[in-house]
């Protein structure tokens, strides 16, 4: 029988904890670092098996930015490729925020129309 009411937290952190992700084999050292602090901040459970390959693409390109080599053009490209996977794998600002919806148009009851 469940219980009801409000589900303790100590309760919900050991649902959540499922163990580190391990980064992908073939990525660099630099490259390792900054998927550990993704996956260490926002939780291995946070990213399912669909979105791992979103994650290494954004951790290859965020590493590639860096890069000091790099013209004006091909830094603007890798950042505007950042901030769509950021968005698709919803750790960005902008997707976490909520669309105000318009507001309609008024409508007279009608009761008040005159026919």
Do not use: N
Not at 67 to 84: E, G, N, Q, W
């Amino acid at each position: 029988m469940l219980q009801r009411g409000r589900k303790g937290r100590l309760r919900f952190t050991l649902m959540q904890s499922e163990g580190k992700l391990p980064a992908p084999p073939h990525f660099s050292e630099e490259e390792r670092k900054f998927w550990d602090e993704i996956v260490s901040s926002l939780g291995s459970s946070y990213f399912p098996v669909e979105t791992r390959p979103i994650l290494e693409q954004f951790v290859t390109v965020s590493i590639a930015t860096r890069r000091r080599d790099l013209s004006t053009k091909d830094r603007l490209s890798f950042s505007l490729c950042l901030c769509k996977l950021a968005t698709s794998l919803r750790i960005s600002q902008y997707a976490s925020l909520k669309k105000l919806k318009p507001k309609p148009a008024y409508i007279k009851p009608l009761w008040e129309t005159k026919d």
